[in-house]
């Protein structure tokens, strides 16, 4: 079964040569004025709206997960359109994107079912959330392989101990996805996201709670538990809103990539 495309066109174009030429100017624009940062991380957040909003703050956090090595990934995110109980995982052979098909990672894809109570919620796996990943990774890592991980109602905790059990896994990768604070003027917007962002930054779990508003915030919460259990630390990469490229500042969203070594 293959897991089909559902937002190209809206989210991001739907042919391969438009794609390429996103890749290519998110890299030109930072590589003119920055230094990607000399990390070696198989652990991303990365956000997830149309790549003119959000592509450039992606992109940086994919070129560090290249780096990596790794050729193995589960990409895990919210459920916008679909309420359920849990997290799903359905039996993909494979992830389309314009780029040509993602295998499916098989094996880790039978471990998570072997050690966790995962259902299968079919109609959540058409979910914006997840699927604007799979070009960047088919882009930065062309024989990687991945696993679709959606969620809804769930503890922290439990989704925490997922991915524990993923990092675990040395030739396994985590890609988590959030967008930040929507729909408010600018400044409070970047008020209430500098909340999320120092609160990642310290792996501060008490601020976390003190006005982050991101709608991935269950998972960027059990990534946080995940990375104190491992004793990793997180490095900010970029963050930005809506406004820089709308110029519409009075309703925006906010945007942020990080990784964790």
């Not at 990768?173 to 729909?183: A, K, M, P, V, Y």
């Not at 491992?230 to 709308?246: G, K, N, P, V, W």
Request: net charge negative; aromatic share 10%.
């Amino acid at each position: 079964m293959k897991r089909e495309m559902s937002v190209c066109g809206s989210f991001y174009p739907c042919r391969s040569i438009e794609l390429e030429k996103y890749f290519e100017h998110f890299s030109a624009v930072y590589d003119e004025s920055f230094s990607l940062p000399q990390l070696n991380s198989k652990i991303i957040i990365v956000p997830h709206a149309g790549y003119v909003y959000s592509g450039y703050t992606a992109n940086i956090a994919y070129r560090i997960l290249q780096k990596s090595e790794i050729k193995k990934f589960v990409v895990i995110g919210p459920s916008h359109k679909v309420a359920f109980e849990g997290v799903s995982l359905c039996n993909f052979n494979s992830y389309e994107t314009p780029c040509d098909d993602i295998k499916s990672a098989d094996d880790i894809a039978q471990k998570l079912k072997d050690n966790f109570s995962i259902n299968c919620f079919e109609t959540a796996h058409a979910e914006h959330s997840t699927e604007v990943q799979f070009p960047f990774i088919k882009h930065y890592i062309p024989d990687a392989e991945i696993i679709e991980l959606v969620y809804s109602q769930i503890d922290a905790e439990y989704l925490s101990d997922i991915m524990s059990f993923i990092l675990s896994q040395d030739d396994c990768g985590l890609i988590i996805s959030t967008d930040l604070s929507h729909f408010y003027e600018n400044e409070k917007a970047k008020k209430l996201d500098m909340v999320c962002l120092e609160s990642i930054e310290r792996l501060d779990l008490e601020l976390l709670h003190k006005g982050c508003e991101a709608c991935g915030v269950i998972g960027v919460k059990a990534l946080m538990l995940s990375a104190k259990k491992h004793s990793l630390s997180s490095h900010l990469l970029d963050y930005r809103t809506s406004a820089e490229l709308s110029k519409d500042t009075s309703s925006v969203v906010g945007y942020m990539s990080a990784c964790f070594v």
